[in-house]
């Protein structure tokens, strides 16, 4: 079957001849133009004299007299015009530089399709005026008489943005097509005795529709859709497909277009040619394309081309992963070739996080101070690696441990040049000089960091650096982006802090990529699904053909709402859901295989289904399905099947458990087992230990150990007598100064002043204060004796045939009012009363072996122990106080009926278990343990 730009090729050249000097040819990529190009040359052994090519938008701005103007340019304008209708309201660039792109992406939809913006505003600002009325009469508040204001404004914007662009001879891109709408006959006469070809349009705007519709009656013109029965709506199924065929349908009736040239009726008749694949995971999709490759190639038929072959990602971000996985030979040791059609993006290249890392290092720098987190994510970059040079790599290392080692969330410059070995400091600190230049001035950053592009580069250079084959393309792109950014700055002097300019250089970054090398003629092609348009291939592998991603599915950005923009028929999510429809199916009906491939695992958003338009073909046209009845799954990635990790226990780990034995069992690291033995078999018979870090933070460990400081300082003034409530309300009023002392002595140099941490430090201070009232308020507290607070007991104990030490921190031990023992866990979290309970279905020791009821298990092992330790026959009773649940709960005790004898016997078997040579350490099955286990990067590899 010939292919749609073959086609294409085979009409010009029977039209027009060798001569197509005045001939233009509109096509909707420059993709399509290269491969038209090539099919011409390709059928033409004489001088051949190409048409005029352009895209649809080159077309449009060189025939518009507009030039079309930088987006962040536009934002500046924008914000000239705020300033001037705000007045004292202003609000600062870097906020307004979070709306205006918003801003502009609606005044771009109200133009490309020919909206009424006055109509529209005026219809949005009364919606706005709606939602905050209010039946009472009341008059509104100043937040939201400026929320109107700003609705009412933005016709104004509009209006404004349009007279100050105009006079530049500039606009934004719906701008520019209207504007060529609205003059269209005066804008086309230097086309007079041109013909000309649309090839495979689809989806036009509706000021597309105006242009091209205008050009179609006014010059001898002719149109090459790329249409299949199936969803142009007459095919034999009958089958009206209002979304892949939506728009060539609405540009047929809207040009009134008879006998459409080329109608296939390719997807209806094949059989036997479209495969589904489920994969697990992103890297399994990019194993088994790189396998299925293989297969391909092994079997190409002689004289076949291995560029008929594409593999399109729906995801965009597997572009990476894939560049690892393609083989890299064929049959005979031959090389094989590929043209990547997208570029690498330079916010995920090396230099890219280091600009991120070192901007966010900036802009939290305050008062001599910075985060020695931010400092070390920095350090630990590999930019900063090649600046520091492999002479300097160990005194980074020693650098980042003493960094850790002090312990300080926030350091100064002096401390930190002291961490400097005295060798090292002429060669470094020049460097972090740069780096810890306090926060400077947007030129001063931009001087800064051309000084260390230069230095980067001369440093590959003269060592022919290997560890970063895009370095070289990285630099070149950023030094373009300092250019740029300083020509977009020079008349913003003063008014940009670093903050607005992180903004506008982090939307440069997300336009800017990596060209890599390629012949986008030779070799398999890999691209995204907006490259394929107009081209065909034989063979295809789609990644990613997962719902939410193929069509991609979210949230529109817009401050027009779902309503209003329907009634103005203004673009909404279906006409992108329609538009990737279309492209899905065009790019299957010339194939001769396909490969549809999606991901199988599901994240805590669900997912893990395929798309919809796998379901659609399935059902519609089963026949195109290699296997009709099963569709084929992989459940591993291919050739790294990923069993459950299991660790035997030989010689040399029976030496680590009796050394854990004689060390001491704690009930943490019993639970531990309890929950994932594997992690057992890292954190306490390897003793692997949590990477250390320092927090910006209070993380939940700091957050309840200062709230168990707070309170043994308060209670151990009873300890060996009952409670006094009247004293203990006395300290109500110091919590908060107990809580200082606290957090200085184990979070050192955490502010808990501002941000996160200050919130974090009132919830800690009211869950203090809230115990002490519920304590001193409760009734018969008055007879409860402290006899322990924080008590460290470690014992020995002969269960089975193992000798084993068992330790424990219990918080609190108390004599109640009817002389019992009772011991007390405290808890920030969540508890329930259900969580000490045992059901009577099964029995305690089944219920405890699930691996479950970690609180209980906790509390019968501090039981057990206690009576180990004092000696007494009698179990203790046992409670929480869970200070988040505390005025639902209260004190929450066990519900035990048949007592807690049993326990002996299951701690007894579960010890055993530990040391049993037939029971291996093996991997959990629970995914909620492994997304918060520190081992998990181990289990992974």
């Given at each position: 079957?010939?292919?749609?730009?073959?086609?294409?090729?085979?009409?010009?050249?029977k039209?027009?001849?060798?001569?197509?000097?005045?001939?233009?040819?509109?096509?909707?990529?420059?993709?399509?133009?290269?491969?038209?190009?090539?099919?011409?040359?390709?059928?033409?052994?004489t001088?051949?004299?190409?048409p005029?090519?352009?895209?649809?938008?080159?077309?449009?701005?060189?025939s518009?007299?507009?030039?079309?103007?930088?987006?962040?340019?536009?934002y500046?304008?924008?914000?000239?015009?705020?300033?001037?209708?705000?007045?004292?309201?202003?609000?600062?660039?870097?906020?307004?530089?979070?709306?205006?792109?918003?801003?502009?992406?609606?005044?771009?939809?109200?133009?490309?399709?020919?909206?009424?913006?006055?109509?529209?505003?005026?219809?949005?600002?009364?919606?706005?005026?709606?939602?905050?009325?209010?039946?009472?009469?009341?008059?509104?508040?100043?937040?939201?008489?400026?929320?109107?204001?700003?609705?009412?404004?933005?016709?104004?914007?509009?209006?404004?943005?349009?007279?100050?662009?105009?006079?530049?001879?500039a606009?934004?891109?719906?701008?520019?097509?209207?504007?060529?709408?609205?003059?269209?006959?005066?804008?086309?006469?230097?086309?007079?005795?041109?013909?000309?070809s649309?090839?495979?349009?689809?989806?036009?705007?509706?000021?597309?529709?105006?242009?091209?519709?205008?050009?179609?009656?006014?010059?001898?013109?002719?149109?090459?859709?790329?249409?299949?029965?199936?969803?142009l709506?007459?095919?034999?199924?009958?089958?009206?497909?209002?979304?892949?065929?939506?728009?060539?349908?609405?540009?047929?009736?809207?040009?009134?277009?008879?006998?459409?040239?080329?109608?296939?009726?390719?997807?209806?008749?094949?059989?036997?040619?479209?495969?589904?694949?489920?994969?697990?995971?992103?890297?399994?999709?990019?194993?088994?394309?790189?396998?299925?490759?293989?297969?391909?190639?092994?079997?190409?038929?002689?004289?076949?081309?291995?560029?008929?072959?594409?593999?399109?990602?729906?995801?965009?971000?597997?572009?990476?992963?894939?560049?690892?996985?393609?083989?890299?030979?064929?049959?005979?040791?031959?090389?094989?070739?590929?043209?990547?059609?997208?570029?690498?993006?330079?916010?995920?290249?090396?230099?890219?996080?280091?600009?991120?890392?070192?901007?966010?290092?900036?802009?939290?720098?305050?008062?001599?101070?910075?985060?020695?987190?931010?400092?070390?994510?920095l350090?630990?970059?590999?930019?900063?690696?090649?600046?520091?040079?492999?002479?300097?790599?160990?005194?980074?290392?020693?650098?980042?441990?003493?960094?850790?080692?002090?312990?300080?969330?926030?350091?100064?410059?002096?401390?930190?040049?002291?961490?400097?070995?005295?060798?090292?400091?002429?060669?470094?600190?020049?460097?972090?000089?740069?780096?810890?230049?306090?926060?400077?001035?947007?030129?001063?950053?931009?001087?800064?960091?051309t000084?260390?592009?230069?230095?980067?580069?001369?440093?590959?250079?003269?060592?022919?650096?290997?560890?970063?084959?895009?370095?070289?393309?990285?630099?070149?792109?950023?030094?373009?982006?300092?250019?740029?950014?300083?020509?977009?700055?020079?008349?913003?002097?003063?008014?940009?802090?670093?903050?607005?300019?992180?903004?506008?250089?982090?939307?440069?970054?997300?336009?800017?990529?990596?060209?890599?090398?390629?012949?986008?003629?030779?070799?398999?092609?890999?691209?995204?699904?907006?490259?394929?348009?107009?081209?065909?291939?034989?063979?295809?592998?789609?990644?990613?053909?997962?719902?939410?991603?193929?069509?991609k599915?979210?949230?529109?950005?817009?401050?027009?709402?779902?309503?209003?923009?329907?009634?103005?028929?203004?673009?909404?999510?279906?006409?992108?859901?329609?538009?990737?429809?279309?492209?899905?199916?065009?790019?299957?009906?010339?194939?001769?295989?396909?490969?549809?491939?999606?991901n199988?695992?599901?994240?805590?958003?669900?997912?893990?289904?395929?798309?919809?338009?796998?379901?659609?073909?399935?059902?519609?046209?089963?026949?195109i399905?290699?296997?009709?009845?099963?569709?084929?799954?992989?459940?591993?990635?291919?050739s790294e099947?990923?069993?459950?990790?299991?660790?035997?226990?030989?010689?040399?780990?029976?030496?680590?458990?009796?050394?854990?034995?004689?060390?001491?069992?704690?009930?943490?690291?019993?639970?531990?087992?309890?929950?994932?033995?594997?992690?057992?078999?890292?954190?306490?018979?390897?003793?692997?230990?949590?990477?250390?870090?320092?927090?910006?933070?209070?993380?939940?460990?700091?957050?309840?150990?200062?709230?168990?400081?707070?309170?043994?300082?308060?209670?151990?003034?009873?300890?060996?007598?009952?409670?006094?409530?009247?004293?203990?309300?006395?300290?109500?009023?110091?919590?908060?100064?107990?809580?200082?002392?606290?957090?200085?002595?184990?979070?050192?140099?955490?502010?808990?002043?501002?941000?996160?941490?200050?919130?974090?430090?009132e919830?800690?201070?009211?869950?203090?204060?809230?115990?002490?009232?519920?304590?001193?308020?409760?009734?018969?507290?008055?007879?409860?004796?402290i006899?322990?607070?924080?008590?460290?007991?470690?014992?020995?104990?002969?269960?089975?045939?193992?000798?084993?030490?068992?330790?424990?921190?219990?918080?609190?031990?108390?004599?109640?009012?009817?002389?019992?023992?009772?011991?007390?866990?405290?808890?920030?979290?969540?508890?329930?009363?259900?969580?000490?309970?045992?059901?009577?279905?099964?029995?305690?020791?089944?219920?405890?072996?699930?691996?479950?009821?970690?609180?209980?298990?906790?509390?019968?092992?501090?039981?057990?122990?206690?009576?180990?330790?004092?000696?007494?026959?009698?179990?203790?009773?046992?409670?929480?106080?869970?200070?988040?649940?505390?005025?639902?709960?209260?004190?929450?005790?066990?519900?035990?009926?048949?007592?807690?004898?049993?326990?002996?016997?299951?701690?007894?078997?579960l010890?055993a278990?530990?040391?049993d040579?037939?029971?291996?350490?093996?991997?959990?099955?629970d995914?909620?343990?492994?997304?918060?286990?520190?081992?998990?990067?181990?289990?992974?590899?």
């Amino acid at each position: 079957m010939k292919k749609f730009l073959e086609k294409v090729a085979d009409e010009i050249l029977k039209n027009y001849g060798a001569d197509n000097s005045r001939h233009v040819v509109i096509v909707p990529n420059k993709r399509s133009e290269i491969f038209l190009k090539n099919h011409l040359k390709e059928k033409t052994a004489t001088t051949l004299w190409l048409p005029e090519f352009f895209t649809i938008d080159e077309f449009i701005t060189a025939s518009s007299g507009l030039v079309s103007l930088d987006p962040i340019l536009i934002y500046f304008e924008l914000y000239e015009i705020h300033k001037t209708i705000q007045e004292k309201e202003t609000m600062p660039l870097e906020d307004f530089l979070s709306w205006a792109p918003i801003m502009l992406s609606d005044f771009n939809d109200i133009d490309l399709h020919l909206g009424d913006a006055e109509y529209i505003f005026k219809h949005l600002t009364e919606a706005k005026a709606i939602e905050q009325w209010n039946l009472e009469g009341k008059p509104l508040t100043a937040l939201q008489k400026n929320y109107l204001f700003f609705y009412r404004s933005l016709y104004s914007y509009y209006t404004e943005l349009k007279k100050r662009l105009a006079i530049k001879r500039a606009g934004y891109k719906g701008m520019i097509y209207r504007h060529l709408c609205e003059n269209i006959s005066s804008h086309t006469g230097k086309w007079e005795g041109f013909t000309f070809s649309f090839v495979g349009f689809n989806a036009l705007t509706n000021s597309e529709l105006t242009i091209f519709g205008y050009l179609k009656n006014n010059f001898a013109t002719t149109i090459y859709l790329d249409t299949d029965l199936y969803y142009l709506g007459t095919a034999s199924t009958n089958a009206q497909q209002s979304g892949a065929g939506r728009f060539i349908n609405e540009m047929i009736t809207d040009w009134g277009l008879k006998n459409i040239t080329w109608i296939d009726d390719a997807l209806t008749s094949a059989k036997n040619k479209v495969s589904v694949y489920g994969v697990a995971k992103q890297v399994g999709q990019v194993k088994f394309a790189g396998k299925k490759l293989e297969k391909w190639l092994d079997n190409l038929d002689p004289g076949a081309d291995s560029k008929d072959i594409a593999v399109v990602l729906a995801d965009e971000n597997l572009l990476v992963p894939l560049l690892h996985s393609l083989p890299k030979e064929g049959k005979g040791n031959k090389m094989i070739t590929y043209n990547v059609t997208m570029g690498y993006p330079l916010m995920q290249s090396a230099m890219g996080r280091f600009i991120q890392q070192w901007l966010n290092f900036l802009i939290r720098f305050s008062g001599n101070k910075f985060g020695t987190t931010d400092l070390i994510q920095l350090i630990n970059n590999p930019i900063t690696a090649l600046l520091l040079d492999d002479a300097n790599a160990k005194m980074r290392t020693t650098l980042i441990h003493d960094l850790l080692e002090t312990g300080k969330v926030y350091l100064n410059t002096e401390e930190f040049f002291s961490l400097l070995p005295e060798n090292k400091k002429d060669s470094v600190t020049l460097l972090f000089s740069n780096l810890l230049s306090g926060t400077p001035d947007v030129i001063r950053f931009l001087d800064s960091l051309t000084d260390l592009l230069g230095l980067s580069k001369e440093l590959i250079e003269r060592k022919g650096h290997t560890a970063f084959p895009l370095l070289k393309e990285q630099l070149s792109k950023t030094h373009s982006l300092v250019a740029k950014s300083r020509l977009m700055l020079e008349n913003q002097k003063g008014a940009i802090n670093l903050k607005a300019f992180q903004k506008i250089l982090l939307q440069l970054m997300r336009r800017s990529e990596i060209n890599l090398k390629g012949e986008p003629l030779e070799g398999i092609q890999i691209m995204g699904m907006l490259e394929t348009r107009n081209l065909d291939f034989k063979k295809i592998i789609v990644l990613s053909a997962n719902e939410g991603i193929l069509p991609k599915t979210g949230t529109m950005e817009s401050f027009i709402p779902f309503d209003i923009r329907h009634d103005n028929k203004l673009p909404l999510p279906k006409e992108q859901n329609d538009i990737y429809a279309y492209y899905f199916l065009r790019l299957l009906q010339r194939a001769e295989q396909v490969a549809l491939v999606y991901n199988t695992d599901s994240d805590k958003f669900g997912g893990g289904e395929k798309s919809r338009f796998i379901l659609q073909l399935e059902h519609e046209l089963p026949q195109i399905f290699t296997d009709k009845e099963k569709l084929i799954h992989l459940s591993t990635p291919v050739s790294e099947t990923q069993n459950t990790i299991s660790i035997a226990k030989n010689d040399t780990v029976l030496k680590g458990l009796k050394n854990k034995a004689r060390s001491g069992f704690s009930a943490s690291s019993l639970n531990v087992y309890r929950n994932c033995p594997l992690k057992f078999y890292f954190s306490e018979v390897l003793q692997l230990k949590e990477k250390q870090k320092i927090e910006p933070e209070i993380e939940f460990n700091v957050f309840g150990n200062a709230i168990h400081g707070v309170l043994e300082n308060i209670y151990r003034n009873f300890l060996g007598k009952n409670i006094d409530p009247a004293e203990l309300k006395k300290f109500i009023p110091k919590a908060g100064m107990l809580l200082d002392k606290e957090l200085a002595e184990i979070y050192k140099g955490g502010n808990t002043k501002t941000g996160k941490n200050h919130l974090i430090y009132e919830v800690a201070k009211k869950y203090i204060v809230q115990f002490l009232k519920y304590e001193a308020g409760k009734s018969g507290m008055s007879g409860i004796q402290i006899v322990g607070l924080e008590e460290r007991i470690k014992e020995t104990a002969r269960l089975g045939d193992y000798e084993v030490t068992l330790k424990g921190f219990l918080d609190r031990v108390e004599r109640t009012e009817t002389g019992d023992l009772r011991i007390i866990d405290y808890k920030t979290g969540k508890v329930e009363p259900n969580d000490l309970k045992l059901n009577t279905k099964t029995t305690e020791t089944e219920q405890l072996a699930e691996g479950k009821k970690e609180k209980l298990f906790q509390l019968l092992f501090y039981a057990y122990l206690y009576r180990l330790h004092s000696g007494d026959s009698a179990y203790p009773r046992l409670g929480i106080y869970s200070l988040r649940m505390l005025s639902s709960y209260g004190l929450i005790e066990t519900d035990l009926p048949g007592g807690i004898d049993f326990f002996e016997d299951y701690l007894t078997g579960l010890i055993a278990e530990i040391f049993d040579p037939s029971v291996s350490f093996s991997q959990t099955e629970d995914d909620r343990i492994c997304d918060y286990c520190d081992f998990k990067d181990i289990c992974n590899r």
